[in-house]
């Protein structure tokens, strides 16, 4: 490893400044997971790493709005065990906790990972499904990017050189809404995916007609890919296994991986339509189990409620 030189700023003030000393010669570091990996091989040389490690304040995880606010220095792992997550947006936490192993959880930070933009990362797929977008911060100012506009290439993003990912939202699930995350995972299961599906589908009223899906892709491509064609096929379509085919084979048309010892270019596009079907019908499920246990949530409420009334008298 060549030498460097390392900064450990205080505050975002701290972080900016050292940026603009060095300019594109310095690389942000946080849980470094894969970074210094990077720099082993030589495949990254910065002349200094600015570590993010005692910034503090951008590591919380909050409800806003009846959405989801994300600090971009929280780690993987605080996302996984976080206990609103896990009972407003459970397919967050079931996707975070597929990323390689608990000791990389412990260390890698969701925007650190989102910057890093490897396409065959777990969380991008389900984050685009549920419509999040990412507060990019400069020393100029603020701007909030869709993730499905973020990732341009492999390893490349829409970000400019001197901006950090601070925060990470994702907005309230439509009512009658179920996601869901699939991995497939043939190797070991700290692997990267050969191929990766998250799906969120929202049904009508009546439960019949799909009102709205957004669908992603992972280990597909140059980027994590949106399948937009594939969501199209779904808007308006009663529920039906006729549906999910259609907008498996438009998903599948939307690939457009490469061979590696995780299966050949054609395999992998195979298992994105298979995948994605699979989570169409995982969402489904979902949807349907809520609707099933929601008259039994309001009898808890009901009972808490009459509890709490006689304690007062």
Request: proline share 6%.
């Amino acid at each position: 490893m060549i030498p460097f030189e390392y900064r450990t700023p205080k505050n975002l003030k701290e972080v900016h400044a050292a940026l603009k000393e060095f300019g594109s010669d310095a690389k942000l570091i946080a849980g470094g997971t894969a970074l210094i990996i990077m720099m082993k091989q030589r495949l990254v040389r910065p002349a200094c790493l600015i570590s993010l490690r005692s910034v503090r304040g951008y590591n919380g995880i909050e409800a806003s709005n009846g959405g989801l606010r994300i600090g971009g220095l929280a780690t993987h792992r605080d996302v996984e065990t976080s206990p609103l997550v896990r009972r407003r947006w459970p397919v967050l936490a079931e996707t975070y906790h597929h990323v390689a192993t608990l000791r990389v959880r412990n260390m890698a930070t969701v925007g650190g990972g989102l910057a890093h933009a490897d396409p065959n990362q777990d969380p991008p797929p389900t984050l685009i499904a549920l419509g999040a977008t990412v507060k990019a911060t400069s020393a100029s100012g603020s701007r909030v990017i869709p993730l499905d506009q973020f990732f341009t290439d492999y390893y490349e993003t829409v970000l400019n050189p001197d901006e950090i990912i601070t925060e990470v939202s994702i907005p309230r699930l439509p009512p009658n809404s179920g996601a869901a995350y699939l991995k497939f995972l043939p190797r070991t299961a700290d692997d990267y995916a050969t191929v990766s599906a998250a799906a969120l589908l929202t049904l009508d009223k009546t439960g019949k007609t799909i009102a709205d899906a957004r669908i992603a892709l992972g280990s597909a491509g140059n980027t994590p890919i949106r399948a937009t064609e594939a969501e199209a096929v779904l808007r308006g379509q009663p529920v039906k296994p006729e549906a999910f085919a259609e907008a498996a084979e438009k998903a599948k048309a939307a690939a457009d991986p490469v061979s590696d010892f995780r299966g050949s270019a054609g395999y992998k596009k195979e298992m994105a339509g298979v995948f994605v079907r699979r989570a169409l019908e995982k969402a489904l499920a979902a949807i349907r189990e809520a609707a099933r246990s929601k008259p039994a949530r309001k009898a808890v409420k009901a009972i808490r409620k009459a509890t709490t009334k006689g304690k007062k008298r």
